[in-house]
C-alpha cells in the first residue's frame, strides 16, 4: 500500500509540562546512556486500509496497548539509532540520517512490516530534534533518537500484523560505556549465538537483542563490556558485538572487519570507517576473521589494535578479551593510533570540527 505522505500533517502540540531549565540542565552534567528523555515524542499510526496517518509530536507518554497486540506475543519490532549533535558554530546536525532510514526499510521488509517512506521518516525524526532542540547537549554529549515500529493490532493468530505505530522518542547521552573513553575488555561467547543463515541477524528487530541478554549478561559476570557472537554454524567466526561492530587493525597497514553476509548488523559507522580508513590509505579487507586467528594475531604480535563501532559507542578501544579458555591483551591493551585517529576523523565530522567532505552531515532546520 503506498501513502502520498507528502499530505500527511503532522499536529503539532508541545508539552504543557516541560521539565523545568534548571531540572535539565543539572540531568545534563552526567550524562549516561539511556536513562532522561525529552518532552516529546513523534507518533504515526499504519493501518491496512489507511496506510501511513495522524502523524503527530506530542508530550511523550505511555502508549496503551491491549493486552493482546501483536508485538508483545510474536516480537514484531524493529528500531534505528542515530543521534544529533550541536556543532560549535551553534548548528544542530545529524549524520547521515537517511541511511537510517534505509536500512529501517530493510528491516521492516524482513519482519513483513510495512514500508516507512524515507521522507517521512526523516521529517518525523526532524520534528522530535526542531521540537525538543534545547535537549540536544553541547560538548561531548548528543541528542540520541530512537525510531521504532511495531505491530499493535488486537490479534492473536501468528501472521503480520495490519495495524502498526511508528514513534521517535530522543535522549540525550553520554558515554555508553561506564569507562568513558577507557579501552573496553571483551566476553567471547562460544555457546550463545546471535543469528544463523537466514535468519534476522541483519535486521535491527527487538528480537535479535533480546536473544543476546543472556550472553551479555554472562560478559557483565566476567566483569566485560561487551559480548562478542561468533557464527551460528560453526562457532568459529567473529560476527559482532551485542551492539556494535567490531575492526582489527594489523601491523601491515591493513584493517580487517567481518563480512556482511546476513547475519550482522550493517553499521553506518561501519561504513563510515571503512570509508575513512580506505582514504586514509589503510588497505581494508572485509573477510571472514576466526577466533582462533584473532588469539594467534594477537599473541604474535601481528594485531596491533582492535575496535568496536557504533552509533552509541562510537568508537571504543579493545583492550583485553576473555573467553572460556582464559584471555589476551590487544597491542598496547586498547591505546592505539589508528583507532584514535579515525575516532577522531569520525567525530570531528559528527561534531562539525573535521570537513564533511562526503556531505554525510545533515543540517536541522530550526525555525
Ligand atoms: N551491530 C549491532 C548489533 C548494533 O546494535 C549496532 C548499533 O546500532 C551496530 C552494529 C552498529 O550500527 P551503527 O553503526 O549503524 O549504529
Ligand atoms: C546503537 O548504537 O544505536 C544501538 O542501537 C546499539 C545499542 C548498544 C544501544
Redesign the pocket.
Same mark, same amino acid.
Not at 240 to 245: K, Y
Not at 267 to 270: A, F, L, M, P
Given at each position: 500500500m503506498t501513502t502520498d505522505t507528502a499530505l500527511l500533517d503532522f499536529t503539532i502540540t508541545p508539552n504543557a509540562h516541560p521539565m523545568a531549565e534548571a531540572d535539565r540542565l543539572t540531568a545534563f552534567e552526567n550524562l549516561g546512556f539511556g536513562t532522561l528523555f525529552t518532552d516529546h515524542m513523534t507518533v504515526i499510526q499504519w493501518d491496512i486500509d489507511k496506510g501511513w496517518h495522524s502523524a503527530e509530536v506530542k508530550a511523550r507518554a505511555p502508549f496503551q496497548i491491549d493486552p493482546a497486540a501483536s508485538v508483545l506475543h510474536y516480537a514484531q519490532e524493529i528500531f534505528e %539509532?542515530m543521534k544529533a549533535y550541536r556543532t560549535p558554530d551553534g548548528r544542530i546536525t545529524l549524520f547521515r540520517p537517511e541511511e $537510517?532510514a534505509r =536500512?529501517f526499510n530493510k528491516s521492516a521488509a524482513r519482519m513483513a512490516m510495512p514500508d516507512v517512506p524515507e521522507e517521512l521518516f526523516l521529517k518525523a525524526v526532524e520534528e522530535l530534534v526542531k521540537i525538543d532542540a534545547k535537549w540536544v547537549p553541547e560538548g561531548e554529549g548528543s541528542l540520541y533518537l530512537r525510531p521504532f515500529m511495531f505491530a499493535s493490532e488486537t490479534f492473536l493468530g501468528v501472521r503480520p500484523s495490519r495495524q502498526y505505530i511508528f514513534c521517535v522518542i530522543a535522549s540525550p547521552v553520554g558515554p555508553y560505556f561506564k569507562g568513558g573513553g577507557k579501552p573496553v575488555t571483551l566476553w567471547v561467547s562460544e555457546d550463545f549465538t546471535r543469528a544463523g543463515p537466514g535468519g534476522t541477524g541483519a535486521a535491527?528487530c527487538g528480537g $535479535?537483542?533480546a536473544g543476546s541478554l543472556l550472553a551479555q549478561a554472562e560478559a557483565t559476570k566476567r566483569g566485560c563490556d561487551q559480548v562478542v557472537f561468533l557464527d551460528a554454524a560453526e562457532h568459529r567466526w567473529v560476527e559482532?558485538?551485542? %551492539?556494535? $561492530?567490531v575492526f582489527f587493525v594489523m601491523n601491515d597497514g591493513t584493517i580487517v572487519t567481518p563480512p556482511l553476509a546476513g547475519t /550482522?548488523?550493517p %553499521? /553506518? &559507522? =561501519?561504513a563510515s570507517i571503512i570509508k575513512l580508513a580506505t582514504e586514509n590509505g589503510l588497505n581494508v579487507v572485509e573477510r571472514p576473521y576466526s577466533f582462533e586467528e584473532w588469539q594467534n594475531d594477537a599473541t604474535s604480535g601481528k594485531l596491533r589494535e582492535a575496535f568496536a563501532? %557504533? &552509533?552509541?559507542a562510537v568508537v571504543a578501544a579493545i583492550g583485553t578479551v576473555r573467553h572460556a579458555g582464559g584471555e589476551f591483551v590487544i597491542g598496547n591493551a586498547g591505546t592505539g593510533m589508528e583507532t584514535e585517529k579515525l575516532r577522531n576523523q569520525l567525530t570531528g565530522i559528527q561534531r562539525g570540527t573535521v570537513a564533511d567532505s562526503h556531505g554525510w552531515v545533515k543540517d536541522v532546520t530550526l525555525a
Open positions: %539509532g $537510517n =536500512r535491527k $535479535n537483542y559482532e558485538l551485542g %551492539g556494535m $561492530n /550482522i548488523l %553499521g /553506518i &559507522t =561501519r563501532c %557504533g &552509533t552509541a
